[in-house]
């Protein structure tokens, strides 16, 4: 079997979309006994059809009464070929404008007209007829459309039809298999033995007989436990596909899955509240947007409310197109390059649509610096440039790969085509987070200078603490930020010594009169051995010193002395003289007091409590219940 294909309907009421469909493929998609008295299809019908080897469409056949309009939304969601019912005895009517409205809106660019009812009228009446079609799609990606008379009644002009099918097929590319799943439920039901079913065109991806999936934007999990394709049982169900899924799972329920809802595989989906769009407004509409329009969305089978904030400043008139950000009053599942209709609010028809830029963006008010051109490179640039620019705009933030996927609407080997591509430019991933090359180039400078103005401020510190480091960096994943220290230390750099990071080579240089603090310090703790002065009992011309505390904490990284305590420093060669001298004297012995240690450790009680805490914290002793233990060497 070949590619499958979606093919949907468009077309003024009674223009006989749905005749044709049948006499195309025997199925009748009238299936509503409310659609069969009234003679209108007024929810999605579907077939199948197979107009030649190697091609197969899934057929959605949407209705035109103007009161379904919102209908026709959800099933043009993800056609690769539009076919166009106009009835040759009525022309080209209200709704068939709308319709084309849509499809063009929504990113179609394959059409086949159909010129129904052909039987009911005469030679002259059916090239005006034609020359009406023609004059709607001109200057439209569709003006060279074909157009192909046919009766269903009569049954004239089908294997013409297939035939101009079959060839808008071979010119289609339609949905990636290869690609991340998404469903947009367009229908919610019980079957009794089977438990909850949602039905609904496969977007893009394969979806799999016991896989593994979330239905957004509730975030439930849930598995597959059995699919249909075109009504018949399937172990998969590929894109273009007519899909009916049964689901299960713990927390599942079936009164919270409803259309617009989304079954998707991946784990970089997010559920929107916010879009980034390019909005473009219909020129046969006699809208304009202003600033805080109230709106309906329509994407995928989702219909919600919105406020539409304009980024480009000023209206956009009729024709007009620019930046702006749908602020959703209810959430919805969006991908990069998805595209979208908007109605307006009140009376309801629609006035415009677009494309979806950022699925998850910060908010905005105003395009700033290179924003704007980062969001064109998403929009309509190469994978490459696309990736870049997602990641550039995410900056410190990064991107998870997968995230990656949903961001830009590229499905996942092209993400990993263009991330492999710009790693030669310097972009980096660490751990979860993709950063674009000049995120990293900017990180870079940044940490450098950072440590460069720590040892100009502090030039006797022989670092700036790893915490501190990340600080310079806000919102950034630590983890891209020791991607990133770790490469300086790669190259040479950096230096990291014992939690502190520094210029590689870098070394605390101390004037004549540092030194001359450093060596009287040096000299008052050795002489004092085990029982020095505490830093407030120093002598005045050292406790004055405004480098007091920056030599003894340089003393202290050199391992000259040690802090006992915040305020109580010791002479490291004295410590490491007692600890031998603890081990050898009582080693193996348990459940010592303070005073047992006073024979090997001639202090007073002062200096003795923080000479045995530090013994614990550094293992020479071992404090229990019931005393100390001396370990043996």
């Known amino acids: 079997m070949g590619r499958t294909l979606i093919l949907g309907t468009a077309g003024h009421i009674d223009h006989g979309k749905t005749a044709l469909v049948r006499a195309l493929t025997g199925v009748d998609t009238d299936r509503l006994r409310e659609e069969k008295e009234r003679g209108i299809t007024i929810d999605l019908g579907f077939a199948e059809f197979m107009p030649g080897e190697g091609v197969q469409f899934g057929v959605v056949d949407v209705p035109g009464h103007e009161g379904f309009i919102r209908n026709m939304l959800a099933g043009a969601t993800g056609i690769d070929v539009v076919l166009l019912a106009v009835a040759a005895d009525e022309g080209v009517m209200p709704q068939t404008r709308e319709h084309l409205d849509i499809v ?22 059916l090239e005006l007829a034609g020359e009406d079609v023609r004059d709607l799609l001109r200057d439209t990606v569709f003006e060279d459309a074909p157009i192909v008379h046919t009766s269903a009644a009569a049954g004239s002009g089908l294997a013409d039809l297939r035939a101009a099918l079959i060839a808008a097929a071979e010119n289609t590319q339609g949905g990636a298999e290869e690609d991340l799943a998404r469903l947009p439920i367009d229908r919610v039901f019980t079957v009794h033995g089977t438990g909850t079913v949602v039905t609904g065109t496969l977007w893009s991806g394969t979806l799999r007989d016991g896989a593994k999936v979330r239905i957004l934007p509730t975030g439930v999990d849930g598995r597959i436990r059995g699919l249909q394709v075109h009504g018949t049982m399937s172990d998969r169900a590929a894109a273009g596909q007519r899909t009916a899924v049964a689901l299960t799972g713990s ?18 989906w997010v559920t929107s509240s916010m879009l980034t769009v390019w909005l473009t407004v219909l020129e046969s509409s006699s809208w304009e947007i202003v600033d805080g329009q109230r709106v309906r969305v329509h994407l995928g089978t989702a219909e919600v409310m919105a406020r539409v904030r304009l980024l480009s400043g000023g209206d956009l008139s009729a024709g007009a197109a620019g930046w702006a950000q749908l602020r959703l009053e209810t959430p919805l599942v969006a991908r990069g390059r998805d595209p ?27 395009l700033e610096g290179l924003s704007g051109q980062r969001l064109e490179a998403l929009r309509t640039g190469s994978a490459v440039d696309a990736v870049r620019a997602a990641l550039e705009l995410r900056g410190w933030r990064g991107a998870d790969p997968d995230a990656l996927q949903v961001l830009t609407g590229l499905p996942p080997h092209r993400v990993d085509e263009a991330l492999a591509e710009l790693s030669a430019e310097g972009s980096r991933i660490w751990g979860t987070s993709a950063l674009a090359a000049s995120t990293v180039e900017e990180g870079t400078t940044l940490l ?34 020791d991607g990133l220290v770790g490469t300086l230390v790669e190259d040479g750099l950096l230096e990291i010594v014992e939690g502190m990071a520094r210029r590689a080579g870098f070394r605390p240089s101390l004037s004549d009169a540092q030194v001359r603090v450093r060596d009287q310090l040096l000299s008052t703790f050795r002489a004092a051995g085990l029982a020095p002065p505490t830093v407030d009992e120093l002598p005045g011309s050292l406790r004055q010193d405004s480098d007091l505390w920056p030599i003894l904490k340089l003393l202290e990284s050199s391992a000259e002395l040690v802090a006992l305590v915040d305020d109580l420093f010791v002479d ?23 005073s047992d240690f006073r024979d090997v450790l001639p202090v007073t009680r002062k200096h003795l409590i923080p000479l045995l805490a530090y013994f614990d914290r550094t293992g020479v002793t071992l404090r229990g219940p019931h005393g100390r233990d001396v370990l043996e060497d």
């Open 104 to 125: 063009r809106l929504l990113g179609v660019e394959t059409m086949v007209v159909a010129l129904t009812k052909c039987d009911l009228v005469d030679e002259e009446w």
């Open 251 to 268: 927390s599942l329920k079936r009164e919270e899955l409803e259309r617009g809802a989304t079954v998707v595989t991946g784990s970089g």
């Open 340 to 366: 979208f209709v908007i109605r307006s609010y009140s009376p309801v028809t629609t006035i415009g649509g677009g494309v979806v830029v950022e699925p998850d963006p910060p908010k905005r008010r105003r």
């Open 448 to 481: 450098l200078d950072g440590v460069d103005r720590f040892h100009a401020s502090d030039p006797l510190r022989p670092g700036l603490p790893l915490e501190r480091l990340r600080q310079i960096l806000p919102g950034a994943d630590p983890r891209a930020v």
């Open 572 to 594: 490291a060669k004295a410590l490491d003289e007692a600890a031998r001298a603890v081990r050898a004297s009582l080693g193996g012995r348990e459940g010592l007091g303070p």
